[in-house]
């Protein structure tokens, strides 16, 4: 069974840069089965989708964040990483890492986070 | 972006009722959509993707339909475990967006 698990600081500075490691178990990173994706809770609220990479290295951001994210994958590890750079109070959130899956049907290509990290709560505050 | 709309926000239901939760896309979309459920403190949970499929493990109490741009999830006979909160995600087109969440509670 696939596992994703988060780690990183659980508080950041404000203007500083937000680093997180998603740790994969179960299979390897570079299977074409997955993409590997970072989704964001602000505390009470909904969910948000930060950035996702897939098995080519391709990248893809949500735009609301582009200008600040950099997710990377490093396959000796079985690990990929979220860089947010400048964060402010408004970053503070559970970011959970996981791991999407790819279906094929009469209907079409379906992408959906089948596997997700227990998430881990990072505070932007001085 | 496309905006997923939920309704209702909120619920309160008994165990054994049936209950339906509906999703609504700002622009047209296919099959692409995605439904979750989050238990508080917990991670979101894939329960159905592309509108009606089940994932492995997940009870057959649940079921999901529709089509562009309105899709339903139905609970057939609630369960105690079913009390949370239940997200969609529509996954055509990029960003990838959810749902606000519609919070299921214990009448």
């Known amino acids: 069974q696939l596992q994703v698990q988060e780690s990183g600081p659980g508080l950041v500075r404000p203007s500083e840069t937000l680093s997180l490691t998603c740790t994969v178990s179960?299979?390897?990173?570079?299977?074409?089965?997955?993409?590997w994706a970072w989704i964001r809770q602000p505390p009470g609220e909904g969910l948000e989708w930060i950035g996702s990479?897939?098995?080519?290295?391709?990248?893809y951001y949500n735009p609301s964040l582009k200008s600040r994210v950099t997710v990377s994958r490093d396959t000796s590890k079985n690990q990929f990483s979220l860089n947010l750079d400048s964060v402010t109070a408004a970053d503070t959130a559970v970011y959970y890492c996981?791991?999407?899956?790819?279906?094929?049907?009469?209907?079409?290509?379906?992408?959906?986070?089948?596997?997700w990290g227990q998430g881990t709560l990072v505070t932007a505050a001085s | 972006d496309i905006q997923m709309t939920q309704s209702p926000s909120s619920l309160s239901a008994s165990v054994g009722d049936r209950v339906f939760i509906t999703c609504r896309a700002s622009?047209?979309?296919?099959?692409?959509l995605n439904w979750y459920q989050q238990k508080p403190g917990k991670a979101p949970q894939l329960l159905i993707y592309?509108?009606?499929l089940l994932q492995s493990g997940a009870p057959s109490r649940f079921s999901g339909s529709g089509s562009g741009p309105d899709f339903t999830l139905t609970i057939s006979s609630l369960q105690r475990e079913d009390f949370a909160t239940y997200y969609c995600?529509?996954?055509?087109?990029?960003?990838?967006?959810f749902g606000q969440g519609t919070k299921l509670e214990l009448k």
């Open positions: 996981a791991a999407g899956a790819f279906s094929f049907g009469v209907s079409g290509y379906f992408e959906y986070f089948q596997h």
């Open positions: 179960g299979g390897p990173l570079n299977s074409s089965r997955y993409y």
């Open positions: 990479i897939y098995y080519s290295g391709s990248t």
């Open positions: 622009q047209s979309i296919t099959s692409c």
């Open positions: 592309a509108v009606s």
């Open positions: 995600q529509q996954t055509c087109r990029i960003p990838t967006t």
